[in-house]
């Protein structure tokens, strides 16, 4: 067999165009994390979004976001709750609701600067 000195660009094309993709690494299942894990994986995608945005504002913002979910999921998590009549447990999901209403405002009164909407009341939320 003869090793070629050289490949044209059009026989490298073909060879790519017909491999096989690489197959994806299994996802870790979420119960297979440790604390650790979690809060590095947190962490590794803050340190990139600073990267995108270097600002203290945009970790604002996506805390915002983060209580402004949790708020939402608790708030349905007890609607669903109460319909089924676990009335006591709803209630405690719609008490933590209001805990992180109350967290989304004490933040977004934290003023960043001029580019910080969330401070004055006119940001998403």
């Known amino acids: 067999m003869e090793i070629p000195t050289a490949i044209s660009l059009e026989a490298l094309s073909a060879l790519k165009d017909g491999a096989q993709p690489e197959p994806e690494a299994p996802r870790k299942a979420k119960e297979d ?27 604002k913002v996506m805390a915002l976001a983060c209580l402004k979910r949790l708020g939402i999921w608790h708030e349905d998590t007890a609607e669903k709750l109460i319909e089924r009549k676990d009335t006591e447990t ?7 609701a209001g805990i992180l209403r109350s967290a989304y405002q004490l933040l977004s009164e934290v003023d960043l600067g001029s580019q910080d909407v969330w401070s004055r009341g006119e940001g998403e939320s």
């Open 33 to 59: 994390y440790t604390p650790e894990e979690i809060w590095d994986l947190a962490v590794k995608y803050q340190d990139e979004m600073y990267e995108e945005f270097r600002s203290p504002l945009m970790h």
């Open 90 to 96: 709803g209630l405690a999901w719609a008490k933590d």
